[in-house]
């Protein structure tokens, strides 16, 4: 004989709903987030380095670089494997702003990868540049090894105190300060202007030895300064929350993302371990 009444699914179903709830509570609240976040990554990509206004430029930037030539041997330090030969002839000193700098790690970047002796390409201005405010006016960008720049008609800009600096160390700890700076940072390098290259003969760099050379007039066919950094001082930060922003919010993103999906598994299983509950229930009765 049957009971009176088939049994109810009444319990399954409202722990059923209850759960779908709190699933839809979550989905709004990762969905909140979401939107948050991409916001805020948003406004970090065009807030990160903006440049400071001349008010918040130190004292020691308006000054030029100081180098002082000297004879020194050669020397030679190893890195990821491949040995590298420096032959330096200046002492260097730069204060400067960093207006700009390449990405060493980007895939258009077919020229560095985690291998490159060579550090991040650091584009600096100083002097008459600042003073008159005109690094504000002036668009200013990199390449791979090239930093270039670009401004308007009545823009009393000076190419001279600008410079694009490769930096080379045997120091860790000065490649990943290196790492750090970024642009609207103001910076103290010192260390020495050297040329050097691999000591396979693969390849090998000349460093430019005055700030008024062009690609056309350097003595190794381009302007850039290569330095090989003995200290670093990152002086003052520019926008530092703003990349803090950016770094956690590239994180975030992907992660709301794949809680969503997780989420939404969890649900659909959830509803279909208390479906098959509801099934086996009626099943057993009617059997």
Not at 49 to 73: A, M, R, Y
Not at 138 to 146: F, G
Not at 159 to 186: E, K, M, W
Not at 237 to 256: D, G, H, N, Q
Request: proline letters at 4%; charged letters at 25%.
């Amino acid at each position: 004989m049957y009971p009176q009444k088939p049994p109810s699914p009444s319990i399954f179903l409202d722990s059923l709903q209850k759960i779908e709830m709190r699933g839809k509570k979550i989905q709004k609240l990762l969905t909140f987030l979401l939107i948050l976040a991409v916001i805020l990554f948003g406004i970090s990509f065009f807030m990160k380095g903006t440049l400071p206004h001349k008010n918040n430029i130190l004292p020691e930037l308006f000054e030029e670089p100081v180098q002082t030539n000297f004879s020194e041997d050669e020397f030679s330090f190893p890195y990821r494997g491949v040995d590298y030969f420096v032959k330096p002839f200046a002492r260097y000193q730069l204060s400067g702003l960093v207006v700009s700098h390449n990405d060493i790690h980007s895939i258009t970047d077919m020229y560095h990868d985690k291998n490159s002796v060579d550090t991040k390409d650091l584009c600096v201005v100083w002097g008459e540049n600042i003073q008159n405010e005109s690094y504000l006016e002036t668009k200013i960008w990199n390449q791979s090894w090239t930093c270039f720049f670009q401004y308007g008609a009545g823009v009393p800009f000076h190419q001279f105190q600008l410079s694009n600096n490769h930096l080379i160390t045997d120091d860790v700890s000065i490649r990943n300060i290196i790492d750090t700076v970024h642009i609207g940072d103001q910076i103290r390098i010192s260390g020495k202007l050297v040329d050097y290259g691999e000591k396979s003969g693969k390849y090998y760099r000349i460093s430019s030895d005055t700030r008024t050379d062009t690609n056309e007039t350097a003595r190794g066919g381009g302007a850039c300064e290569v330095i090989f950094v003995e200290g670093i001082e990152i002086l003052q930060r520019a926008t530092p929350l703003w990349y803090s922003v950016k770094r956690l919010s590239v994180r975030i993103i992907p992660l709301l993302l794949l809680l969503k999906v997780f989420v939404l598994v969890w649900e659909a299983r959830i509803r279909k371990k208390y479906t098959e509950r509801i099934y086996a229930k009626k099943k057993k009765y009617y059997r």
